[in-house]
């Protein structure tokens, strides 16, 4: 399956690109949206080109990721591994990052002074952009667009640096699929289609890489209604339920 996140990634694109590999639910407001690995892969190499082309960054370059489970947040993290990038995920650090992603929410909050290039994401139904953008930061929706959806792709190896952990240690692409493969044992992933409650596990490697580690297709659930967990398992054929009750 590769041993950096963009071969993961390509490998599993590659059996069939017509297949859902990413359907998002938002409870809160009714969202539900069905990204195909195709389709998805547009938006990984839209990212990748405006990390690249848009703001000439490239492998041994850091990316401040402040942005909770979504699909865009999906596009966001692959978009920049596929560029060489090492991301730092969570609270903002955008100060010695070089490129920000953050969400309106964390914007509006007020994420710190960072980069030249900032992103915000309005994470809208539809993939919509904003209808007026923060001083200071440009939407990443419009920004995207207007990138290519074929990244050429960069010299990303197992070696290259991927992850700033939370305890400050660095991850390279290796090791972090090592860790991605051991915590989809431990959630019982191994294929299929998972249906993941990222209220409960929101950090990345269990709603995405895990599941993506193991080849599986991930129904990624925010904003829980539990009661509705059975009925969505059902209606996604999904092989497995990853939440709350585990």
Known sequence: MGNTVPSLFAAIVGRDPSLPLLTFYDDATGERVELSGATLGNWISKTANLIVDGCGLGPGDTAGVWLPPHWQTAAVLLGAWSAGITVTYGEPTAEGTDVEFASLRAVEAGAPTGPPDRFVLGLAPMGMPLRETPAGWAD???????????????????????????????????????????????????????????????????????????????????????????????????????????
Do not use: M
């Not at 640096?161 to 305890?167: G, K, M, Y």
């Open 140 to 246: 990443y929706v419009l920004s995207a667009r207007q990138h290519g959806d074929h990244f050429p792709g960069a010299p990303v190896t197992a070696d290259t640096a991927a992850l700033f952990e939370t305890d400050g240690s660095l991850d390279s692409h290796a090791t972090l699929l090592e860790r991605a493969r051991a915590r989809a044992a431990e959630l019982g992933v191994t294929g299929g289609r998972v249906l993941i409650d990222a209220d409960a596990y929101p950090y990345p490697l269990d709603w995405l890489l895990a599941p993506l580690s193991a080849g599986a297709s991930v129904v990624l659930s925010v904003n829980t209604d539990l009661s509705k967990l059975p009925a969505r398992g059902t209606s996604e054929q999904v092989d497995l339920t990853v939440g709350p009750t585990l």
